[in-house]
T-cell receptor
Framework: GQQLNQSPQSMFIQEGEDVSMNCTSS?????WLWYKQDPGEGPVLLIA?????ELTSNGRLTAQFGITRKDSFLNISASIPSDVGIYFC???????????????FGKGTKLTVNP | GAGVSQTPSNKVTEKGKYVELRCDPISGHTALYWYRQSLGQGPEFLIYFQGTGAADDSGLPNDRFFAVRPEGSVSTLKIQRTERGDSAVYLCASSRGMRNEQFFGPGTRLTVL
């Protein structure tokens, strides 16, 4: 099935460093969401974006909805050990654009934070 | 409960058997979604319900897969004649249906031997 292009696949960083990951698509989406998944658990919603150009923060997390509606990025500032996990982007097209309420996911970015 | 719950958390079955996976959405959420996640991949859409009806079942891989939501709350994903390739984590999510913020359950890990 279709998946978004998410990069990087994995990151190894030191505690306190900033992190950036992004997601691109060949198609337009009108909603972008970012999730975090820990082993053995379901994805947890971090940030939702609804408008092209929108920049939204949630604590140390900041995400942007690309102006072309074909990309999004997520930044994590001052990383801490509990940031470890897999981060997924997900896009959704509206019904009027031939989509549905389903989400299309990237393959994930695996983040490791060394204390 | 406050979140989406799924049962069982783990299911081991033999090839050819029938399985049912259950999802209990967040109270008041009208939309319910099923996804499948293979190792190292993101979740892939299977089917979603708005109320009792399946609004989009385009992700179901074949006719061995079926899902119901008879009263617009709990949903059951049914897989007939299971195959080894069906082994994956099956995730359920629900939303209020307005801004499509989908909240996921912990998943059911299905292993077909």
């Amino acid at each position: 099935g279709q998946q978004l292009n998410q990069s990087p696949q994995s990151m190894f960083i030191q505690e306190g460093e900033d992190v950036s990951m992004n997601c691109t698509s060949s198609s337009i989406f009108n909603t972008w969401l970012w999730y975090k998944q820990d082993p053995g658990e379901g994805p947890v919603l971090l940030i939702a974006l609804y408008k092209a150009g929108e920049l939204t923060s949630n604590g140390r997390l900041t995400a942007q909805f690309g102006i072309t509606r074909k990309d999004s990025f997520l930044n994590i500032s001052a990383s801490i050990p509990s940031d470890v996990g897999i981060y997924f982007c997900a896009g959704q097209r509206s019904l009027t654009q031939g989509g549905s309420e389903k989400l299309v996911f990237g393959k994930g970015t695996k983040l490791t934070v060394n204390p | 409960g406050a979140g989406v719950s799924q049962t069982p958390s783990n299911k081991v079955t033999e090839k050819g058997k029938y399985v049912e996976l259950r999802c209990d959405p967040i109270s008041g959420h009208t939309a319910l979604y099923w996804y499948r996640q293979s190792l190292g991949q993101g979740p892939e859409f299977l089917i979603y319900f708005q109320g009792t009806g399946a609004a989009d079942d385009s992700g179901l891989p074949n006719d061995r897969f079926f899902a119901v939501r008879p009263e617009g709350s709990v949903s059951t994903l049914k897989i007939q004649r299971t195959e080894r390739g069906d082994s994956a984590v099956y995730l359920c999510a629900s939303s209020r249906g307005m801004r499509n913020e989908q909240f996921f359950g912990p998943g059911t890990r299905l292993t077909v031997l």
